[in-house]
Nanobody
Framework: QVQLVESGGGLVQAGGSLRLNCAVSGIIFRVNAMGWYRQAPGKQRELVATITSGGSTNYADSVKGRFTISRDNAKSTVYLQMNSLKPEDTAVYYC??????????????WGQGTQVTVSS
């Protein structure tokens, strides 16, 4: 079974920084693309950033230049460095990973979510 465990959320003032971490565990042959999504109250879940196993990245326009996604393949961990945070960044942030296991090829898995709150 694949598990994604997130950490690093919290409360921060506008203009501050936070770093989110997400570790993937389980009997996994390969972790492919990884990413972060977020869901604010009353809104749909939206993509924040993704990163391929080769390191190619993609960002939502709203976070470009402020957020940086990175990964450590040896640790099956993905990070999201969030700088210059704004109140509109307030949301539950979810980690996502695509992985190959003995039973599932290219399965998509989600973390439990971590709350990020930015005060004005």
């Amino acid at each position: 079974q694949v598990q994604l465990v997130e950490s690093g959320g919290g409360l921060v003032q506008a203009g501050g920084s936070l770093r989110l971490n997400c570790a993937v565990s389980g009997i996994i042959f390969r972790v492919n693309a990884m990413g972060w999504y977020r869901q604010a109250p009353g809104k749909q879940r939206e993509l924040v950033a993704t990163i391929t196993s080769g390191g190619s990245t993609n960002y939502a326009d709203s976070v470009k230049g402020r957020f940086t996604i990175s990964r450590d393949n040896a640790k099956s961990t993905v990070y999201l460095q969030m700088n210059s945070l704004k109140p509109e960044d307030t949301a539950v942030y979810y980690c996502n990973a695509e992985a190959d296991t003995i039973a599932v090829f290219r399965g998509r898995y989600w973390g439990q979510g971590t709350q990020v709150t930015v005060s004005s």
